[in-house]
């Protein structure tokens, strides 16, 4: 007997196309995971044991018939709540949307339920994406499973604590500025944000959407890769005209090494005020487990990458501000009663429909759009975006990946970051690479010495190389595991034998 938790999603699909056990018992133990688990935890909003024991049935059914199985075939698998599913609420973690009920399945959830995965449900997260600790979502905050007293980052904050906690073996979350990598970091986990355009966002409530990525969660990077297998299947999706074709197998050349791939570092990244020295510590080891590897270590520069954070600002709020119109308290979410017209339903309804984080981006959203403005700041922004762009072009042309940390510190306390700026410096590591397009990944490192906490090394590679950065993903965890340093791959200890047995 073992804990669904001690199996990778590949050797579910594997176990479950052999018989060695089946869907729905891989079901019913996550479900017991999440039932012991998630009252500390509270990594979901929604827990779908209906549509997860149908599913399950399902590819147990299609099984016994002869018929192939999809390769995420009985894995579990957790969505972020701004992700529709038919036969769930799609709340955004907010009051506007709190009792909207998904109309139709978004594109990267049914390529997953298309490879045969298990739909357990939909995870907290920052309302409407907007924060990097989950403490803004309307309904609860989630914690951290390696303390439960600490935030799991965010806004994908409840995908990265559901598989740290062992409650999914996969989850999806998205990314607009780090909201993968930094509670992957922070939780321990691997969370990859793919290359703009590799993933549909069909069906994913936007934020920004120049910005915007989905991506997985897992907590190996084999987990990873095989679901972006399924996400990428079946190539452009017809409803997001920025998708596009991504026909590669992202599992071909895992097991490859790093031997004959460049590694490039950043020099002054590495002495960035606010960096906590652990995380350099950390990180300077994983630039010495790839050169012990096989890797070619050479230094880049990103000379405009310190305007990253500026320009997102002022991005992502415009963008925010067009994409969070729509909820206008007429034809759906929230709507404040007893209005006599139109413009006071409107009005109210979103004064109370939405939380201080979701106004605070939305009104400097409508600043900065505003005539007398927009040349001042929108315009020098896609201007600095095309920078940092160039300068990642540039710097992969000296190498494979660039090695940095994926966030400056450590899961922090709740409550501990008031400062509404200071908590936007939780991305500072992350948001060029939305900028830029390019695929960035999380890879645990272990625990910090002084924290005792999780740390991460990221990883950033050019567009559409996703698998390559996979690739050296895998290597360096190879790495950690030999070196023995790595306390993750498993469920966080505290919950270790909680639940879920299989």
């Given at each position: 007997?073992?804990?669904v938790d001690?199996?990778?999603a ?8 052999a018989?060695?056990f089946?869907?729905e ?23 779908s ?12 059914a299609?099984?016994?018939?002869g018929?192939p199985?999809g ?7 957790a969505?972020?709540d701004?992700m ?14 709190e ?30 994406a ?12 989630t914690?951290?499973p ?14 990265a604590a ?18 993968i990598?930094q ?20 069906g994913?409530v936007?934020f920004g959407?120049?910005?915007?990525q989905?991506?997985?969660f897992g ?5 990873v ?5 399924a ?8 409803y997001?005209?920025?998708s596009?074709d991504?026909?590669?197998?992202f599992?071909?050349?895992l ?11 950043v020099p002054r990244?590495?002495?960035a ?7 350099r510590?950390a990180?300077e ?10 890797a070619?270590v050479?230094e880049?520069?990103l000379?405009?990458?310190?305007a ?12 925010a501000?067009?994409?969070?119109a729509?909820?206008?308290?007429v ?13 006071e ?9 939405f ?5 605070r981006?939305q009104?400097?959203?409508?600043y ?15 201007k ?19 090695l940095?940390?994926s ?6 306390r709740?409550?501990?970051i008031?400062d509404?700026?200071q ?7 992350t948001?060029s ?5 390019n695929?960035?990944i ?9 924290s ?19 690739r ?25 034998g ?5």
């Open positions: 007997m073992a804990n001690e199996l990778s590949a050797r579910i699909a594997a176990g479950v196309a018989g060695d089946s869907a018992e891989v079901a019913k133990a996550s479900l017991d995971a999440i039932e012991a688990r998630d009252g500390e935890v509270q990594a979901f909003l929604e827990v044991a209906e549509l997860a024991l149908d599913a399950a049935r399902a590819t147990d299609r099984r016994a018939a018929e199985l390769p995420m075939a009985g894995v579990p698998v969505f972020k701004n529709h599913l038919v036969g769930t609420h799609t709340t955004c973690a907010s009051r506007m949307l009792s909207y009920e998904s109309t139709y399945t978004a594109t990267c959830v049914q390529r997953l339920l298309d490879a045969g995965a298990t739909p357990l449900g939909k995870a907290n997260m920052d309302e409407f907007f924060g990097s600790s989950t403490e803004t979502s309307h309904f609860h905050p914690h951290n390696w303390d439960l007293e600490r935030v799991p980052g965010g806004s994908s904050g409840g995908s559901a598989v740290a906690a062992g409650e999914a073996c996969v989850s999806l979350g998205s990314d607009t500025g780090g909201s990598r509670p992957a970091s922070l939780c321990g986990v691997v969370g990859l944000k793919p290359t703009y355009g590799a993933v549909s966002r069909y994913v936007a959407s120049s910005l915007d989905v991506g997985p907590r190996r990077v084999e987990d890769a095989l679901a972006m297998n996400l990428v299947a079946g190539g452009h999706d017809p997001d005209s920025t596009q991504c026909p590669v197998d599992l071909e050349h097991e490859e090494g790093v031997e004959g791939l460049r590694v490039g570092v990244l590495m002495d005020a606010g960096l906590d020295p652990e995380v510590d990180v080891g994983a630039r010495r487990m790839l050169e012990g590897a096989g070619e050479v880049v520069d000379p405009h990458i310190d990253a954070i500026s320009a997102y600002y002022v991005i992502g709020p415009c963008e501000f067009s994409n969070l729509r909820f206008d308290g034809r759906y979410g929230y709507q404040e009663p007893g209005c006599s017209t139109l413009a339903q409107s009005a109210l309804s979103r004064a109370h429909g939380g201080a984080e979701a106004k981006r009104m400097l959203g409508a900065l759009l505003a005539s007398g403005v927009y040349d001042e700041y929108y315009v020098p922004a896609q600095a975006r095309t920078l940092i762009t160039q300068d990642y072009v540039r710097a992969f042309g000296r190498c494979d990946a660039i940095m940390p966030a400056p510190r450590t899961a922090f709740f409550g501990e008031s509404p700026t908590m936007y410096l939780s991305d500072m590591y948001i690479c939305n900028i830029a397009g695929g960035g999380s890879v645990p490192l272990g625990l910090g010495a002084a005792g906490l999780p740390v991460s090394a990221q990883l950033q590679g050019p567009a559409f190389k996703d698998r390559v950065l996979l050296v993903a895998r290597a360096l965890e190879r790495e950690v595991e030999a070196a023995g340093t790595k306390a993750m791959g498993a469920v966080a200890p505290e919950f270790a909680r639940g879920g047995e299989l």
